[in-house]
């Protein structure tokens, strides 16, 4: 995890390397246990991270599918492509069917 990648594009990098198929399911406690590994801030909770599960899916990159207590379940909407942002030189990971627009620095990619 670098410092300049924010969380949604953490969780965006996540999804691209291990849910990148719209059959399959995930929650938002995978995603979280892997942030952990990567490096995420212990003072970061599962609870802090709902707004950028709701950030994704207001994007279109996301659905959600189910809910219990704090879990929530997801699938794509459709599977994501790896791009770099020529602009702020970011590694970027997009839905297929989402504006080709930087969620980093909003340039056009």
Known sequence: MTSTETIPLQI????F?????TNLRFTNDEIYE?????????????????PYFKQLHDEGLIRPIA??????????????????CKSCNQEICLGKLEPHVCP????PI
């Not at 390397?17 to 198929?21: A, C, I, Q, V």
């Not at 892997?34 to 909770?45: M, N, P, Q």
């Not at 207590?69 to 790896?82: I, N, P, R």
Request: net charge neutral; charged share 35%; with cysteine.
């Open 17 to 21: 390397e291990k849910f990148n198929d």
């Open 34 to 50: 892997i942030l952990k590994e990567r490096g995420l801030g212990s003072s970061v909770t599962i609870d802090d991270m709902e």
């Open 12 to 15: 965006r990098k996540i999804i």
């Open 104 to 107: 980093q620095c909003k340039a």
């Open 67 to 84: 809910q219990n207590f704090t879990t929530q379940w997801f699938k794509l909407f459709d599977v994501l492509e790896k791009l770099n």
